[in-house]
């Protein structure tokens, strides 16, 4: 927290708006909109359940298939299956870390062949980095696929100048406590589509069909945002260039001090991306490092400090074992070799220069 979040939390809870709706809500969504170039945005309980939302809208439904990356949060790929749907996996591609072009088009091929394509694909800006959206979407587009954004992450990222969420149909955000601006939890559905809009907030309130009684023709959920949250969410995007800016200054330093180490790699930022850097994750080539990613884990944890793999990617999780994978050297390589860095942005210059230290003290080639 580090602007008027005290305030304006107080100011809500000071109307006595204590409830999933509100006049923070709706500002929040409407400004939230804005600063994402989208012309609408509703604000929900978590970044889940705006994924959920989005492909129900989308139209998936029991027995469908939606493609998505096999290097993510599993959120992701949960989401799917609330919707009834089973995960189609694909690798991730070298240059972006995000979902590999060339493979969602022989997977779409091959559902288009057996008469069944995937109802949608489902790209996740993976540690606040767009997707190569240029190429997917012209692989989409070819067969009529729509794609919805997991841009969980992405919040302040950008690609060839648009603003991370705009990618899609829909675009989906987290403002859980760890990403990139937080309501404690809470998420967004960002859409330029009015009926799209006004269908997820119908969805998200238990979907009453209009009438003075209680009356329901579809199934709903109860995912609306509190008008509390709401409030700590607006201060919080007033600040979303500065959150930003330090998750990159964090990614920076880790960069300067240990990328031209022999074996190690950060993420590539390519030209026309604008990534948030939630993440500082490295990968550790042991036969140029000297050592294993689990031997400079098990190095910073002696002395305290938590650095976690990466993402196991999906494919490779006993519960989405038999679901289709395309690829996979790409994001196994991901899982084997990388580490996430410590990068919440109350990381002190201090600790992190002894994160680097332990770092650095390991390289032995
Ligand atoms: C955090 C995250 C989600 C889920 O958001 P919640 O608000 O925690 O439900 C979905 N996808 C990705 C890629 C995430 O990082």
């Known amino acids: 927290m580090i602007g008027n979040e005290r305030e304006m939390l107080l100011d809500a809870f000071d ?36 994924i959920h939302l989005a492909l129900i809208i989308a139209g998936v439904e029991q027995g469908d298939t939606v493609i998505t990356s096999s290097f993510t949060f599993a959120a992701t790929a949960n989401a799917i299956t609330y919707a009834g749907a089973t995960p189609i996996f694909i690798d991730s591609e070298s240059m972006s870390w995000n979902l590999d072009p060339e493979l969602v088009a022989v997977a779409l091929e091959d559902g288009q062949q057996a008469g069944k394509l995937p109802k949608a694909v489902l790209a996740v800006d993976i540690v606040g980095q767009t997707a190569d959206y240029e190429r997917l979407q012209s692989v989409c587009a070819r067969y009529g696929v729509p794609i919805i954004e997991d841009a969980a992450e992405a919040l302040g990222a950008s690609y060839q100048g648009r603003s991370a969420g705009q990618f899609g149909e829909m675009g989906c955000f987290s403002f859980n406590g760890n990403k990139i601006i937080t309501t404690s939890g809470g998420g967004m559905l960002v859409t330029d589509r009015e009926d799209w809009a006004l269908q997820a907030r119908f969805l998200a309130t238990q979907a009453r069909d209009p009438a003075p009684h209680y009356e329901h023709s579809h199934i709903g959920y109860n995912y609306r945002m509190s008008n509390l949250l709401a409030a700590i969410g607006r201060a919080q995007l007033e600040n979303l260039n500065v959150h930003v800016e330090n998750r990159r200054a964090i990614f920076n330093r880790y960069r300067d001090h240990l990328g031209k180490l022999p074996g190690i790699e950060l993420m590539p930022e390519p030209e026309g991306w604008y990534s948030t850097r939630w993440l500082t994750i490295l990968t550790i080539d042991p036969a140029s490092f000297g050592a294993t990613t689990t031997d400079v884990r098990l190095a910073l944890e002696q002395e305290n400090i938590e650095a976690r793999p990466a993402w196991k990617p999906m494919h490779q999780q006993p519960i989405f074992a038999n679901c289709k994978m395309y690829g996979g050297s790409v994001c196994e390589r991901l899982f084997e070799q990388g580490l996430c860095l410590p990068s919440g942005t109350s990381l002190s210059e201090g600790q992190q220069m002894r994160v680097i230290g332990i770092i650095q003290s390991l390289q032995s080639s």
């Open 15 to 50: 109307s006595n708006w204590i409830a999933p709706l509100g006049p923070h809500v709706n500002a929040f969504e409407v400004e939230f909109a804005q600063r994402v170039g989208t012309k609408h945005a509703v604000a929900l309980s978590s970044g889940t359940a705006a």
